[in-house]
């Protein structure tokens, strides 16, 4: 497969007039951008850079898929992580591998402290099979990553299991998992350290048929930082 461009693309990208870094780090802010509910986001974060999330009001999930820059083919695995970490749990020390077990990121700081990696990202079917018939024309997450990444020449295959920051997916003893409430709270943050150059792929959760949302998704804001020399 082709490299990515670390060059992004025009679209239509929302800036809040007043932003500022939050970052938990220290450093040059490189990019700082608002995504609104329900809305779709990608960029090219350089290695040694750090990615911010920030939860806005809380409670959202942002589905996020993570591709090296220089071969889309290098993507991440939440297999691979979670055999590495032996946890299915992401915080803070969570390296999230590929495949072949490169590390594309790192989270290096946490405010939250449980994310999911085995709820997958929802879809027009998926919400079909579990919540009826009257949800297939709902946008999900799925419709997200394909809209994003056709910018970066990614398609329906390109669609691997997923990140869902903020989500809170219990396993029950039986191995039945659930879809709660997230922990998260207005204000929260997670922040990755790229390891590599790293195609960010996000969908601004629009799913209002169980609470990982709280019913009503909401916006989030992404802050790229680059460490002081």
Known sequence: MNAITA???QRDAQRRPDAQSVALG?????????????????AVVSAGDV???VDLEGNQAVDCLLYSASDAATRYSAAATIAAQRSIILTTGSVLRS?????????????????DTIGGACS???????????????HACVENF????SRWGLGKPDLVSNINW???????????LGIV??????????????ETDVLVLVSNCPQINNPCNGFNPTPVRMIVTSPEA
Request: net charge negative.
């Open 166 to 176: 903020f989500m809170n997916v219990p396993v029950d003893p039986d191995g039945a």
């Open 181 to 194: 409430d997230g922990l998260s709270a207005p204000g929260k943050r997670i922040a990755l350290r790229a």
């Open 146 to 149: 394909l809209i994003e990444g």
């Open 51 to 53: 990615l911010t999330i």
């Open 7 to 9: 060059a992004v693309p």
């Open 124 to 138: 027009q079917e998926s919400n079909t099979l579990r919540y009826g018939h009257h949800t297939h024309e709902q």
């Open 26 to 42: 220290s450093g040059q802010v490189i990019l700082d951008e608002y995504v609104e509910a329900r809305g779709p986001w990608s």
């Open 99 to 115: 495949d072949d077990g490169d590390a594309l990121m790192t989270v290096v700081a946490d405010e939250v402290g449980v994310h």
